[in-house]
């Protein structure tokens, strides 16, 4: 309800008492708005009238601002998903990827205490091909190339927090020294808590370059076929599940690789490309915000997901309109 200045004035207390803050159940910023001022017969009151006026304009205009953003902030938290790509999580750095397991845990505390859902990779798909939205904010993290750090620090915490995790998983490094072994794949597969998807079994380096370095393509691409196609049978072979998502090595793709994957029964196709991945969007070109670093403090995590969900808006209107398109065309994937 709105309270007259004068009483806010005149009686400060009661004024602070009676004037509340709210903020909506997503995290949307809530506004303060001072309605009306109050016509007083004492002269010292009329004198402070305008500036009063100015002042509560001033609010005003403010405040439609902040609600004007924390409709859009809202919005686009329902209809856009930002997937988070870590690589080893670990108190000493075993690379320059590594997070240590207390900054994890913060990014982890960060998302639960502001109403994120991690989702699996099925939901992820059904979003992506425009068939479900999660009802509150929504995120994918992704663990690249299979440390072990995954299993003794991640694993805990995404389990105290109830979140899900999926691994791209180099499958020729099960069981080297600081990867991840078998036995721990299948205890977190079986789990629930954790997914895994191929990034390669050997060839663990850019594609389109070695591609385009290669004095014969054709045999070079049936190398990367074949390097795909070993690491999703043994996936499927020891952890008796379907395997039909791929993290690209190094985050590198063209037409001809996207194509490939797609012969090969890969659905679920993912990038290094920055930005968030909007409803109907598809699932060719899955966007990640990189997240593997000491430095990515919340704070930093903050910001990423800031700028990702605002570039995300300009992608918004030209996206909508390609798939009101092929929903017309009766084109949709």
Known sequence: RTLPLSRLIAAPTEGQKECRLFSEGDGSVGLLLLVGVAISHDEGVKAMRRPFIAIAGLVLLTGGLVAALGVWRSRTLRDAVPVLCYHDIAPDPTNEMTTDPETFAAHLRWLSQNGFQTLTLDELRRFLKGEWRPDRPAIVLTFDDGYDGVYRYAYPLLKRYGFHGVIFQVVGKVGAPNHLTWAQLKEMVDSGVMEVGVHAYE????????????????ITLQRIADDWTKAKWLLRQNLGVPIRALAYPQGDYDEVLTALAKSLGFDLLFTTDFGVNWFGEGTDRIKRISTSSVRVTVARLRLKLWRAHFFAQK?????RSEWRIAEANGSLP
């Open 203 to 218: 060839l663990h380096c850019s594609l389109p370059t070695m591609l385009a370095k290669s004095p014969n393509p054709v």
């Open 315 to 319: 992608w918004q209107q030209g996206a």
